[in-house]
């Protein structure tokens, strides 16, 4: 028996050894890397361990992927009309698209960011900014729809948004073009001195995310190009990278690039807070359009609202001063400790990283090199913490891996970058192809990224995938960046321009999912609780159809006496309470869009017919085993004809 | 006081437990329910295993006729009465009768737990069988004759697409045991009185 016992425990050993070589496999970078290829698969009914919120940019859209399959599971229209959802089609989302210029069905949208709590994604909301007519939205993740939009007055180009502070404090919305407030008729030559940068802070309800213009900084007329908050001991501040501090207006590519350095704005805004609790700031006339969408009358409401209050810098000093930041900043990102705030100079050779202990000691010992418009400009060298020296050409973006790494994006040379904070030496490089703008860890932007992967968004992708004619995709690109070096794992095209992106562990966000609308919290002004509601009505040339859609059937399906001339609302209510199950319906010559509705909701959309004849209405979504059986025909008679209005279904 | 007569009086409480934990419960699986769908059978309710399902459960079954699950059916009304009776004169027997009435009470709850079985095998025959002529669906046994959707009576059985499974529940049991003690009190009494 003795003998025995050493080749079991022989063989013991020899399994540890291969299991530890089984571990080690996985996380190095050596030439036995498993096919990546497994690294991506999320097998058929499994879940994808990250949800990534990215941008449409141009499409005005916020498009929800899983990482790491990559694999698109919903666009959320946000402030594009969206034929698919009836989202701006139907009556009750067009009031989420007014604005003081009346209704704008598309935008620019950019920079999605997710709430937080204490600095950590806490998956109630993403924010994000729509560029052109200066908007923030505020998406739900229990339902992943649009909830709420505010315009920005004052502002042009929302750009440096919309981020948020460390407990959802604030979500800003910057202004990328400054202009005159109030808009007004003058020279544009005039310009400098006269334009002004807005720089918004929206206060965020604790409870139900209600955004609210707090307070406006009216800035110098620079553009604000990124921002983000401080957090850890920054927890108070924000900062704005900024261009063309020249205040130039016309041939902007040289005129805007002059000066061998321009500005991070870093705004206390807690003391800004305290100043105008206090009473401070003037109240100014505005018009912006506030949209909310309930919930429970599933109706989005649109308020104009008249005035807005606005903070000039100099009324509160010590709140606002500038960082020196080479040349033309375009990410101005903070570390999860909140110490460093990293200036990527879009036309320097260096990235420029500042300390944020450093600006404090520079702020207390008043050591000045001058002022802008009033606002003290701190000494280069006093707040520089240090460079990442030649680090690659035109960086643009940066985040971080929550372990004392970070990672920049450069555009001209086409590649991300790894580098060490306080050591500034560059790590690993790895190309993209091509062209690369934003990247995202999820978390990237809290005081706890999960450190585990890295996509950067790529403008341009040439030969990655099948020619699409001249018009190709853009793409995202995944990295593993758990080792030392960073290794490419997957392409994934997107869409519109994937400009900006968020993500978060998915189990933080599928916890609070919701699958149904409960039918009897359903309090849509036209809605219907059960079949016994169902009916017709009608008021002059208004015709309401209160109808039901139920596996498999309208209620009513069959409706006389609508005549040439009126104007037909169809109310649709979905009585089912089941999980994936929503039914559409659309109407011939409806001039809007079908309607997608989901169990328990109502909806409506105008219908108005202009000829004689019997019409037929569907289903549009794959319902059940009937869903092609789900229709139903509307008669309309001539404009002078008194055909009785009736309904009926099963007769 | 005699432990028979505390033994009794506990077989005539357990079956209140009724009133508290559900009967029954039947359990419909599919690949498209990655939650079953399920409905309890308590003593005087029919109720969602998760919110909806008897609402879900009737939209599926309207398209092979199916009638839908009543909110309320008269056994509602007799069950309740019938266990409060019975639990009523099981604590008079355990107070004052001799331990063969002791197997009476169990003999007749053994009677009126099998009636309510049939009842409800009944019942479940009815609402399997008693189609609607017009059903969307209609579906024939291998022998021609019409298929029925009953549920099992006690088990689990393919119906169709869906696995159904039905299967007695906690108050079942506190029933059952109840009435075990009945029988057991019995013999305890007679061993006592020897
Ligand atoms: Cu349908």
Not at chain 2, 132 to 143: G, L
Request: glycine share 8%.
């Amino acid at each position: 028996m003795k003998k025995l016992k050493y080749p079991i425990v022989m063989s013991l050993a020899l399994a540890f050894i291969f299991i530890g070589c089984g571990d080690q496999r996985k996380s190095s970078n050596g030439a036995l890397t498993s096919n990546v290829a497994d690294r991506v698969y999320v097998a058929p009914g499994e879940h994808d361990e990250y949800y990534a919120f990215i941008s449409g940019g141009f499409s005005g859209q916020l498009s929800v992927y899983g990482l790491p399959s990559g694999r698109l599971f919903k666009v959320i229209p946000v402030f594009s009309q969206d034929a698919e959802k009836a989202w701006g089609y139907n009556e009750e989302t067009k009031p989420m698209l007014n604005t003081s210029h009346g209704f704008v069905p598309w935008d620019d949208s950019h920079h999605p960011d997710i709430s937080q709590t204490n600095g950590e994604l806490d998956g109630r909301w993403v924010f994000i900014n729509g560029n052109n007519t200066p908007r923030i939205a505020k998406i739900d993740l229990s339902v992943f729809e649009t909830t709420e939009i505010i315009e920005i007055p004052n502002s042009a180009g929302n750009h440096s948004s919309a981020f948020v502070t460390e407990n959802t404090e604030y979500v800003v919305a910057g202004t990328r073009f400054s202009v005159p407030v109030p808009q007004r008729d003058m020279p544009i030559s005039e310009y400098k001195g006269n334009f002004k940068g807005a720089l918004t802070f929206i206060s965020v309800n604790p409870e139900d995310g209600g955004m609210n213009i707090k307070f406006q900084l009216l800035m110098p007329g620079f553009d604000y190009d990124l921002s983000h908050p401080g957090r850890g001991n920054s927890h108070g501040w924000f900062f704005f990278s900024t261009y063309n501090t020249e205040e130039a207006s016309t041939l902007m590519e040289v005129n805007a690039s002059q000066n061998d350095k321009d500005f991070i704005a870093a705004v206390n805004w807690k003391k800004i807070e305290e100043y105008v609790n206090n009473g401070g700031g003037t109240m100014m006339p505005a018009n912006y359009a506030h949209n909310v969408y309930d919930e429970e009358t599933h109706t989005g409401t649109s308020t104009m609202k008249k005035e807005v209050l606005v903070v000039n810098p100099s009324e509160v000093p010590d709140a606002v001063y500038l960082l020196p930041t080479p040349k033309s900043p375009h990410g101005c990102d903070v570390d999860p400790t909140g110490e460093y705030i990293v200036g990527s100079g879009k036309l320097s050779a260096d990235l420029t990283v500042h300390s944020f202990t450093k600006m404090l000691a520079a702020i207390e010992g008043k050591k000045y090199d001058g002022d802008a418009y009033g606002i003290p400009i701190l000494k280069f060298e006093d707040v520089l913490a240090g460079t990442v020296s030649q680090p690659g050409l035109g960086p643009l973006h940066t985040e971080f891996d929550g372990k004392g790494n970070a990672y920049t994006t450069f555009f001209i040379s086409s590649e991300v970058v790894k580098w060490k904070l306080g050591t500034w030496e560059v790590v690993d490089r790895q190309p993209c192809f091509y062209s690369v703008g934003h990247l995202m860890i999820p978390g990237g932007n809290s005081r706890k990224p999960f450190g585990k992967y890295v996509v950067a968004m790529n403008k341009i992708t040439k030969d990655r995938y099948l020619p699409t004619g001249p018009e190709v995709t853009q793409s995202a690109q995944l990295y593993d960046i758990s080792g030392e070096k960073m290794e490419l794992l997957l392409d994934f095209p997107t869409v519109g321009e994937p400009h900006y992106a968020a993500g978060i562990a998915a189990d933080i966000v599928k916890a609070r999912s919701k699958k149904i609308f409960e039918l009897k919290n359903n309090h849509h002004k036209y809605g219907i609780q059960s079949d016994a509601d169902v009916r017709v009505e009608r008021n002059g040339k208004e015709v309401h159809i209160y109808m039901s859609m139920i596996r498999s059937h309208f209620n009513p399906d069959n409706i006389e006496g609508i005549k040439v001339g009126d104007k037909v609302y169809f109310h649709v209510t979905n009585l089912e309470q089941d999980y994936d199950v929503p039914h559409g319906v659309s109407m011939i010559g409806a001039n809007t869009s079908e309607l997608l509705i989901m169990p328990g909701q109502t909806e409506t959309f105008v219908w108005e017919p202009k000829q004689p004849g019997v019409w037929p209405f569907y289903c549009t979504d794959f319902c059940s085993a009937l869903h092609q059986e789900m229709q139903g025909y509307v008669r309309v008679s001539p404009a002078n004809s008194n055909i009785d209005l009736s309904w009926s279904l099963g007769e | 006081m005699k432990k028979s007569r505390i033994i009794m009086a506990l077989a005539a409480l357990l079956p209140l437990l009724l009133f508290v934990f559900p009967l029954w419960k039947i359990t419909l699986e599919a690949p498209q329910y990655p939650t079953p769908l399920g409905m309890y059978i308590h003593i005087n309710d029919f109720s969602d295993a998760n919110p909806h399902d008897i609402k879900n459960i009737n939209l599926m079954n309207h398209y092979v006729g199916m009638k839908y699950i009543p909110d309320a059916i008269p056994e509602f009304k007799i069950f309740p009465i019938g266990i409060i009776i019975t639990t009523v004169i099981g604590l008079i027997i355990a107070l004052k009768a001799n331990h063969k009435w002791f197997l009476y009470w169990f003999i007749m709850m053994v009677l009126v737990s099998t009636a309510g079985l049939i009842d409800f095998y009944i019942w479940e025959y009815d609402y399997g069988h008693d189609l609607d002529p017009k059903a969307i669906m209609k579906f024939t046994n291998p022998d021609g004759s019409v298929m029925g959707f009953q549920p099992p009576f006690f088990g689990s059985k393919d119906i169709l697409n869906f696995r159904a499974h039905s299967y007695p529940q906690l108050g079942a049991y506190c029933l059952a045991l109840g009435i075990a003690l009945g029988l057991i009190s019995y013999f305890m009494g007679k061993k006592e009185r020897n």
